[in-house]
């Protein structure tokens, strides 16, 4: 099993930063890739961020291209979201996921069923 911990979540106004921490425990072996996902309020759960295991490949949804950077640091089983210029529209609470299925290739994964486990989840509010 793997537990996943955020930190790093709070208010800021429009314009401003902050970064998201995700801390890996337990088989952190078996991780592979990893992202970040968000809920707004009365919406679904939108994916924002992957990275391979690697952190060779990225990806990000189209809303927080130039925005905002995900990376990865292996050693201390820590993935990362640098999150600038925040808007409103990027209030949610974002979720840390990883992929634990055994895999030889080094892909980044963008739908929520390819994950297998999450973290509890940080709060991030943007005011205008």
Known sequence: QVRLVESGGGL???????RLSCAASGHTSSIS????????????????????????LTHYTDSV????TI???NAKNTVYLEMNSLK????????????GRI????????DAM????????????VSS
């Open 65 to 68: 291209k130039g925005r905002f």
């Open 88 to 99: 409103p529209e990027d209030t949610a609470v974002y979720y840390c996921a990883a992929r």
């Open 33 to 56: 890739a990893m992202a970040w996902f968000r809920q707004a309020p009365g919406k679904g759960r939108e994916f924002v961020a992957g990275i391979s295991r690697s952190a060779i």
């Open 114 to 125: 390819d994950f297998d486990y999450w973290g509890q989840g940080t709060q991030v509010t």
């Open 12 to 18: 800021v106004q429009a314009g401003g930063s902050l």
């Open 71 to 73: 990376s990865r640091d």
């Open 103 to 110: 895999s030889h290739s080094d892909n980044v994964w963008v």
